[in-house]
């Protein structure tokens, strides 16, 4: 789990992410960012209802990918807001390719030192 601190939480900073940030997208997720003037990274994981109806299941995917974030943030540069967007392609047994594709994505975005 995300410590507090690392969690994205107000509507300004959702805002201005979604209307100025860079993005890229994968199979699975897609990431937003901005920087944020700050000494750590904050996250948000955005689970549309199209992707399950079930809350639950909602809620697991959320935590699955939040313990990646978790174990990627250490070889993370500082200072970046960041939204994950999870897609419509993500299954149960995928979580394995959803770190790589992560890894992936932040590399192609800059913030993995």
Do not use: W
């Amino acid at each position: 789990m995300l410590p507090q601190k690392n969690r994205l939480k107000l509507n300004s900073d959702f805002s201005k992410l979604f209307k100025t940030g860079h993005s890229n997208y994968g199979r699975f997720i897609g990431v937003k960012i901005k920087e944020n003037n700050e000494e750590l990274n904050k996250y948000a994981v955005v689970v549309s209802n199209k992707i399950n109806k079930s809350a639950v299941r909602r809620n697991y995917i959320k935590r699955k990918i939040k313990e990646k974030i978790r174990e990627i943030d250490k070889s993370c540069k500082k200072g970046f807001n960041c939204v994950i967007i999870v897609l419509s392609d993500i299954k149960e047994d995928d979580y394995l390719e959803v770190k790589k594709e992560i890894i992936k994505i932040f590399t192609k975005l800059k913030i993995i030192n």
